[in-house]
């Protein structure tokens, strides 16, 4: 089993950055698949970006690509998502998330359901 807890959110305007991480314990990270999803008020929580195991591919949502970076440092047992020209609509709880295997991976990247783990998430607010 892994802990997950997400840190870096926060108050940033309309255009600015972020970075998020997601520090993982109790298990071997580089054994999970990983990803970031987000959960604004009133909305259902969806689909940000995932990533493999080695780094090596990633998946982004429409609302992300261009603008979000997932990667992750396997040595320091930790998931990253840039945030760059952020946007009001990105307001939102940022959670990331770990699955140690998937029978239908990459097929499920997007769904909630297809992790296991989740971490507690983190506040990102952006003003405009």
């Known amino acids: 089993q892994v802990q997950l807890v997400e840190s870096g959110g926060g108050l940033v305007q309309a255009g600015g950055s972020l970075r998020l991480s997601c520090v993982a314990s109790g298990h071997t990270f580089g054994g999970y698949i990983m990803g970031w999803f987000r959960q604004a008020p009133g909305k259902d929580r969806e689909f940000v970006a995932a990533v493999t195991r080695s780094g090596g591919t990633t998946y982004y949502a429409d609302s992300a690509k261009g603008r979000f970076a997932i990667s992750r440092d396997n040595a320091k047992n930790t998931l990253y998502l840039q945030m760059n020209s952020l946007k009001p609509e990105d307001t939102a709880v940022y959670y990331c998330?770990?699955?140690?295997?998937?029978?239908?991976?990459?097929?499920?990247?997007?769904?909630?359901?297809?992790?296991?783990?989740w971490g507690q998430g983190t506040q990102v607010t952006v003003s405009s």
């Open positions: 998330a770990a699955v140690l295997f998937s029978s239908t991976w990459p097929a499920g990247y997007d769904e909630t359901d297809e992790y296991d783990y």
